[in-house]
């Protein structure tokens, strides 16, 4: 990615986020994604929404035992913001890939420096 306009270059260095995801394919991953985003399929099977490149990295702790268990899950998505955007649209489209991630059927579980900002509160109340 030197010559992209993604990456860690420049500003937005620390806006780039880490998805883990309990989903054994990437393909399948990738596809759901894409279909939920309603956005196409780029070069190498990476996807862009909005300032953000997605792109399938295996998680390289998984098999390794770890204490927690989304680190051990097969997935990891890593959504790089464009060098030029904001850190508000950059949470923002994470966010939304976060979601679509959810709503394809994943459980998943982002690793960032603004991560708090990435879950919305539940608006409903809880049943019990």
């Given at each position: 990615?030197?010559?992209?306009?993604?990456?860690?270059?420049?500003?937005?260095?620390?806006?780039?986020?880490?998805?883990?995801?309990?989903?054994?394919?990437?393909?399948?991953?990738?596809?759901?994604?894409?279909?939920?985003?309603?956005?196409?399929?780029?070069?190498?099977?990476?996807?862009?929404?909005?300032?953000?490149?997605?792109?399938?990295?295996?998680?390289?702790?998984?098999?390794?035992?770890?204490?927690?268990?989304?680190?051990?899950?097969h997935?990891?998505?890593?959504?790089?913001?464009?060098?030029?955007?904001?850190?508000?649209?950059?949470?923002?489209?994470?966010?939304?890939?976060?979601?679509?991630?959810?709503?394809?059927?994943?459980?998943?579980?982002?690793?960032?420096?603004y991560?708090?900002?990435?879950?919305?509160?539940?608006?409903e109340?809880?049943?019990?």
């Amino acid at each position: 990615m030197e010559n992209s306009a993604f990456g860690p270059a420049g500003a937005n260095s620390n806006l780039e986020c880490q998805i883990y995801v309990a989903a054994p394919s990437r393909d399948r991953l990738m596809e759901r994604l894409a279909a939920t985003l309603n956005v196409p399929f780029g070069p190498d099977r990476v996807l862009s929404y909005g300032c953000v490149e997605v792109d399938w990295e295996h998680n390289d702790y998984e098999g390794t035992g770890a204490d927690v268990e989304f680190l051990d899950w097969h997935s990891l998505l890593v959504c790089q913001p464009r060098r030029d955007a904001s850190a508000t649209a950059a949470a923002s489209d994470t966010a939304t890939v976060l979601e679509a991630v959810r709503e394809a059927g994943y459980r998943a579980v982002p690793v960032c420096d603004y991560e708090d900002l990435l879950e919305k509160p539940d608006t409903e109340p809880r049943r019990t």
